[in-house]
């Protein structure tokens, strides 16, 4: 099994409607991050979690919200879809501070809003 | 604000070397590189951290000049398995002057390596 499991790996869904996208880790890491992925613009930070009572917002955080329901899941909410966050998120995970250890990377969610 | 990677695109034949560069307009107190194949997660490959040492494992290694806050990829001996999309992410530090907890990544660099 994977350490850091995404789910759904692919969903399309239709404007206006609320969508979860899920993150799973069996590495017992601290911490959590959503990135979401667009062609040409790597990848950027929606938002971050150090522990299960620590939450903050990334780059771009409008229209997202999110929850961490235990050290081991994140959950990423798209309260209203609409056609430009179709894109491909990644979950990541870090044990401490990513200058120690870098991020382990989940397969990502395709997600497609028409 | 987001790391500038250069070339946007590499394409080399088997064997030949390449550079890849990451600059940042802040002071940096980490810069990771992680590749990612076409369809799959990126994975990580080093991390290098103010006043460290060049890393580099097999023949990939990278340089971290803190003054200029910029960070180069050396590819050398490309083999096929090195293509992909190439990512620098950049950590400034805190006001400890220690890791701030989070990267902020370039726009990717694709690297294509013939036969």
């Known amino acids: 099994d994977a350490d850091v499991t995404q789910t759904p790996r692919n969903r399309i869904t239709k404007t206006g409607k609320r969508i979860m996208l899920e993150c799973s880790q069996t590495k017992g890491h601290d911490r959590m991050y959503w990135y979401r992925q667009d062609p040409g613009l790597g990848l950027r930070l929606i938002y971050y979690?150090?522990?299960?009572?620590?939450?903050n917002k990334g780059e771009i955080s409008d229209g997202y919200s999110v929850s961490r329901q235990a050290q081991a899941k994140f959950s990423l909410s798209l309260e209203s879809a609409i056609p430009n966050q179709t894109a491909l998120y990644f979950c990541a995970t870090s044990r401490g501070a990513p200058a120690n250890y870098g991020y382990t990377f989940g397969s990502g969610t395709r997600l497609t809003v028409v | 604000q987001q790391p500038v990677q250069s070339p946007q695109a590499v394409i080399l034949r088997e064997g030949e070397d390449a550079v890849i560069n990451c600059s940042s307009s802040k002071a940096l107190y980490s810069v990771h590189w992680y590749r990612q194949k076409h369809g799959e997660a990126p994975v990580f490959l080093m991390i290098?951290?103010?006043?460290?040492e060049q890393k580099g494992h097999d023949k990939i290694s990278a340089s971290f000049n803190e003054k200029k806050q910029q960070s180069s990829l050396y590819l050398t001996a490309s083999q096929l398995s090195y293509s992909g999309t190439y990512f620098c992410?950049?950590?400034?530090?805190?006001?400890?002057?220690?890791?701030?907890?989070?990267?902020?990544f370039g726009q990717g660099t694709i690297l294509t390596v013939h036969p």
């Open positions: 992410g950049t950590e400034g530090p805190n006001a400890g002057g220690t890791s701030y907890g989070k990267l902020t």
């Open positions: 979690s150090f522990d299960v009572k620590d939450i």
């Open positions: 290098l951290l103010k006043g460290g």
